[in-house]
Structures are given as C-alpha cells and as structure tokens.
C-alpha cells in the first residue's frame, strides 16, 4: 500500500472512531511505529488530524487530556528507558526541579536511597517516591491540586517557585516541536512548568518520540530554552538535527 493511501484510510479510522492511536494503527496495516508517525505528521501538516500523545484526533475535535493511569501506561517502555537514560545526566549533588510529568516519576523512582540532592516538585507522585530517602532533602511546592495530574498549581505554587534558584529543572512535556516549542493542555500547569524553565541553570526535557509535532493549548516554552532533551529512538535522524541546531542535545535511548 502506497503512503497516500494508508493516510486515506488512517483519516477515515479516525473519523469512525474519534481517535487512533499508533500502536494499533502500526499492527493494523503491518508497518512500524515510525511509518505510521510520519502518516499522521502528514496528515496533521495538511490540517486533515491533530497530533496527540500516542495518536491523533480528527480535526476540529475536542482535546481531552488524559488521566494519570492513562498517560502512564502508554509508551511505557520508551518512557522507562528515557529515565533510566536521565538518571545518568543528573548531578551528584545540588538541587533539582521535578516537573510533573509520567516519565519524571519513573526517574524519581530511580534516584538512589542514598542521595543528598535537594529536590523541588509539585507533583505528589514525585513526592510520594522521594518520601522515604532519608539523606535528601524534600520540598513540596503547595497550590490547587489538579487531580489529573496530581499536580500543584496556580498562584501559591509560583510563588513558591519563584524564590527558587535550582541547579537543574528535570520538565516533562505534552508536546514538542521546532515550530510548537513546548506545550500541554492547561493553561495553570503550563505555568509551573514555565517557572521552573526560568527558575534554573540548565533544563533537561524528557518526552517520548509520539509526542513529537503535537502542539497543546498552552505554550510554556521553546526548544532553544532545553540544554538536553533525552526522547526515545522513534524520533528520526532528521527530527534530532532539527532539533539540535535549536540548541538542545538530544540523547535517543
């Protein structure tokens, strides 16, 4: 099947079923992940679908971000290797900013019992992992709780991160691109990531490759403003250069 037709009839799926997603969509017409990716960036480009972590919506179609359980669970391999690949960047000792994000839960999990970081985060999964690490030291940023994140946001949580200088801001992200920069759904989240962006010396992404090209409601940043983004190995040779002659280094684990 040639590239125009397979794209025909990913637009008609989607059409029928209000979402596809990649995984399925790569099974469906044998072809690998990284095909159906560059399908759905077409299609996206021409107007005809809207990019989304995982999958693609019809366009025009109402965004609806997803849970916690949800967001987890996909791309979970990529995400575990992508945090394992993180945890080797991260200073020895000093201070960091954990965003709340799926994949920087996973890194948090890994951070050794025995480190003597001092860690900043908003996201109660962070804390929950880092809680019982006796030689680090914790702190919880407060604020409204936006329950399909876990999250702290809204005014007291950026006051908080506002007097906060950190070594390293460790940022998750809903979608990435050279021409969309950095963005998630909500307008308050997108906030606090936005000041822990600011609120640190270098800036370290962590994003799987199905969220290359989405572009979300809520812009907090751009590429030019990440010192390293480690992504998994669907990001293509040609995605990576563009991406580092922004700036960035980009690790594919």
């Known amino acids: 099947m040639y590239a125009p037709e397979r794209q025909q009839q990913i637009l008609q799926l989607a059409r029928t079923r209000g979402r596809v997603d990649v995984p399925s969509l790569a099974e469906e ?36 971000e997803p849970g916690l359980a949800e967001r987890d669970s996909t791309a979970a391999g990529e995400k575990e290797r992508i945090a394992r690949a993180a945890l080797a960047l991260l200073p020895a000792q000093g201070s960091l900013l954990l965003d709340a994000g799926t994949t920087v839960s996973r890194l948090a999990a890994l951070l050794p019992a025995d480190s003597t970081l001092t860690v900043v985060t908003n996201a109660l999964p962070v804390a929950a992992r880092l809680a019982d690490h006796p030689s680090l030291t914790l702190h919880l940023v407060g604020g409204r709780l936006r329950h399909r994140t876990h999250a702290a946001v809204d005014g007291w949580a950026l006051r908080d ?3 906060v200088h950190a070594d390293l801001a460790v940022i ?4 990435f691109s050279p021409e969309g920069g950095l963005s998630t759904p909500d307008l308050a989240e997108a906030a606090v990531k936005r000041a822990m962006l600011t609120g640190a010396r270098r800036v370290l992404l962590l994003a799987d490759s199905s969220k290359y090209g989405a572009r979300h ?36 684990a």
């Open 172 to 175: 998750a992200t809903n979608g």
């Open 161 to 163: 991160l506002a007097d």
């Open 29 to 64: 017409f044998q072809v690998t992940q990284e095909t159906v990716r560059r399908d759905l960036a077409a299609l996206d480009r021409a107007g005809l679908l809207r990019r989304v972590h995982g999958g693609a919506l019809p366009a025009g179609a109402l965004h609806l």
């Open 217 to 252: 409601f809520a812009r907090f940043g751009g590429l030019p403003e990440v010192d390293v983004l480690v992504t998994d190995t669907g990001l293509t040779d040609g995605q990576a250069a563009e991406i580092q002659a922004l700036g960035p280094e980009v690790i594919r």
